[in-house]
């Protein structure tokens, strides 16, 4: 194959394993985040054996997904194509093997890469391993299409707090729950279990003072197999009453999250084996958290991917200090109604339309008769 129409030829598989990573955001039902949408080629000549996408926080990276497909097919893949530069870094947060070993104990002889790593700790060094190993690798080969895969990575690389996403059901109106305050349930069987995955696969979920007061939620994957996270509750003045069964599940940790100058109260709930964290109000005698301040807490106890699940006043605080990066809506075709029943975003909200909050890499699919909307606020 002559130059010309290798590069040809190896654009046209970095674009196909681009398409591949988006898949991320449908096959994998958009639970990457704050990792990044990866694809992957393996090739025998140049015929595809295998191919693989990151689907889910923690889970198989693409590259192992499209070797272990090409070998399980009885093939004996030479070539790789990947959207991202492999990953080479052990120990410490990794959830998977350097994806640098897992080519190097495969048939592997070329690697193509579209983009390096643009995580600085260790940009270039999975490239480098490679290399030295005696691998041919080709690339980087960007394009904007490539680069726009990584987007809500960078915003990832930038946070000293976890990944923030906000979930919520609603009516094909606009309604969390009635005017009287029934929720249960507005979504279908199928969202219900899409939700419960949702929580697997994060290490930390959060709601407001009201939510947990009305709602009396439990916070815990039941519908599915999988762990339940830490739960996080905002109970800025310490009201909550201690029979609910945010504190009446201890299998389960729960941590109060208040505004300082609770101590008396804080030291009642720390009686009851519930954990408090104090957190500054945002401005000077306010009753508004500083949820920057009160998310690097929870960064620097190790937790990175966070599910917010409610209330709409809360959301409206996180989205004021720029505290959200992924939004879902789970939307049932029920009609509520009612000027007084909730809807998922309270505070003041925009006066004009043109300063309304645009998500973007938005994806959309069916669960059952619901449908899933989301995006990224980059």
């Known amino acids: 194959m002559k130059e010309g129409e290798e590069a040809s030829f190896f654009g046209a598989l970095l674009d196909e394993a681009g398409d591949l990573a988006l898949g991320s955001l449908f096959e994998g039902k958009a639970w990457v985040a704050p990792n990044p949408m990866v694809g992957a080629l393996a090739l025998e000549g140049d015929r595809i054996m295998g191919r693989g996408l990151h689907r889910a926080f923690g889970q198989a990276h693409a590259e192992e997904e499209a070797l272990r497909e090409a070998l399980e097919a009885g093939a004996s893949p030479d070539t790789l194509v990947v959207t991202l530069e492999p990953c080479s870094s052990k120990g410490g947060e990794k959830k998977r093997p350097p994806c640098t070993e897992t080519i190097l104990a495969s048939p592997i002889k070329r690697v193509v890469v579209g983009l390096e790593d643009p995580d600085p700790r260790h940009q270039g060094e999975g490239l480098a391993a490679l290399r030295r190993a005696g691998l041919k690798v080709l690339g980087p080969f960007p394009s904007p299409s490539l680069q726009a895969l990584l987007d809500p990575f960078r915003k990832a690389l930038s946070l000293q707090r976890p990944w923030v996403i906000a979930k919520w059901a609603m009516s094909l109106d606009g309604k969390t729950a009635t005017h009287s305050g029934s929720s249960s349930w507005i979504s279908g069987e199928q969202s219900l279990d ?24 439990v916070l815990s994957v039941r519908r599915v ?10 109970d800025p003045k310490l009201q909550l009453p201690m029979d609910g069964p945010l504190f009446q599940t201890s299998s389960i940790p729960t941590t109060v999250l208040f505004l300082e100058g609770q101590g008396e109260r804080a030291k009642e709930f720390e009686n009851q084996g519930v954990e408090c964290l104090a957190v500054p109000p945002l401005e000077p005698s306010g009753s508004v958290l500083d949820f920057s301040k009160a998310l690097g807490l929870l960064h620097s106890r190790g937790m990175r ?19 959200v990066d992924q939004c879902m809506a789970l939307i049932a075709p029920k009609l509520v109604g009612g000027k007084d029943a909730p809807s998922p975003l309270g505070g003041k909200g925009v006066q004009e339309m043109d300063q309304a909050r645009q998500l973007s890499g938005t994806f959309r699919f069916d669960l059952g008769m619901d449908l899933l909307m989301g995006g990224f606020l980059l």
């Not at 197999?225 to 905002?234: A, L």
């Open 194 to 217: 899409y939700g419960h995955r949702l929580r697997a696969s994060c290490d930390s979920i959060m709601v407001g003072y009201r939510t947990a007061l009305l709602d009396r939620p």
């Open 225 to 234: 197999p999988g762990p339940s996270p830490h739960r996080f509750v905002i």
């Open 305 to 323: 991917r966070l599910l917010f699940e409610g209330g709409g006043q809360t959301l409206a605080q996180l989205l004021d200090q720029n505290c």
